[in-house]
T-cell receptor, first 115, second 116 residues
Framework: AQKITQTQPGMFVQEKEAVTLDCTYD???????LFWYKQPSSGEMIFLIY??????QNATEGRYSLNFQKARKSANLVISASQLGDSAMYFC????????????FGQGTRLTINP | DTGVSQDPRHKITKRGQNVTFRCDPI?????LYWYRQTLGQGPEFLTY????????KSRLLSDRFSAERPKGSFSTLEIQRTEQGDSAMYLC??????????????FGSGTQLSVL
């Protein structure tokens, strides 16, 4: 079973608009962390934002925010005021369980920002 | 402050040959990870080291794959008798053991392997 599901293979957005990238996850562990990474064409994965399962507030980092709906097991990434440089692959990932170290990634969403 | 570096960036090899990749993590990081990423997919976990100890291996890591981190610094990933299905991007990541769930991984740019 997929632990992380990203249902949008591709998204196309006009520059300066906001965009939401969807992520749902599957875990029975009450303690977990959710991450979003950006992968530009250069290949390097860049950390964007983190949300812990016990966090009371949605995480925010600059133009990035996370719409965390625990009951629905969703952790959608919101990018405000999109820029051409935001064009990239975006991956949602989860670390679950005590002592676990690895991140499990979803299949990603390719975001294209149009001028 | 240098990031995670991987060498080579690209490797083309013939089926049946052995290949070895190197990863140099961020200097103070004691954890090191290898992931494999095929086109259009997310990275898949292969293995993880804490210092020189290999603590977890994925079932994806067949007996043709071996990873080492002999002195707890750089790591090598070797693939023996390569197959066309091994063609992928091999990503290395490192992190500093914080004991926190928000410990983030820092990735290198990867080694793109093409097996002909």
């Amino acid at each position: 079973a997929q632990k992380i599901t990203q249902t949008q293979p591709g998204m196309f957005v006009q520059e300066k608009e906001a965009v939401t990238l969807d992520c749902t996850y599957d875990t029975s562990d009450p303690s977990y962390g959710l991450f979003w990474y950006k992968q530009p064409s250069s290949g390097e994965m860049i950390f964007l934002i983190y949300q812990g399962s016990y966090d009371q507030q949605n995480a925010t980092e600059g133009r990035y925010s996370l719409n965390f709906q625990k009951a629905r097991k969703s952790a959608n990434l919101v990018i405000s005021a999109s820029q051409l440089g935001d064009s990239a692959m975006y991956f949602c990932a989860m670390r679950e369980g005590k002592g676990a170290q690895k991140l499990v990634f979803g299949q990603g969403t390719r975001l294209t920002i149009n001028p | 402050d240098t990031g995670v570096s991987q060498d080579p960036r690209h490797k083309i090899t013939k089926r049946g040959q052995n290949v070895t990749f190197r990863c140099d993590p961020i200097s103070e990081h004691n954890r090191l990870y290898w992931y494999r990423q095929t086109l259009g997919q997310g990275p898949e976990f292969l293995t993880y080291f804490q210092n020189e100890a290999q603590l977890e291996k994925s079932r994806l890591l067949s007996d043709r794959f071996s990873a080492e981190r002999p002195k707890g610094s750089f790591s090598t990933l070797e693939i023996q008798r390569t197959e066309q299905g091994d063609s992928a991007m091999y990503l290395c990541a490192s992190s500093l053991n914080s004991g926190r769930r928000d410990e983030k991984l820092f990735f290198g740019s990867g080694t793109q392997l093409s097996v002909l």
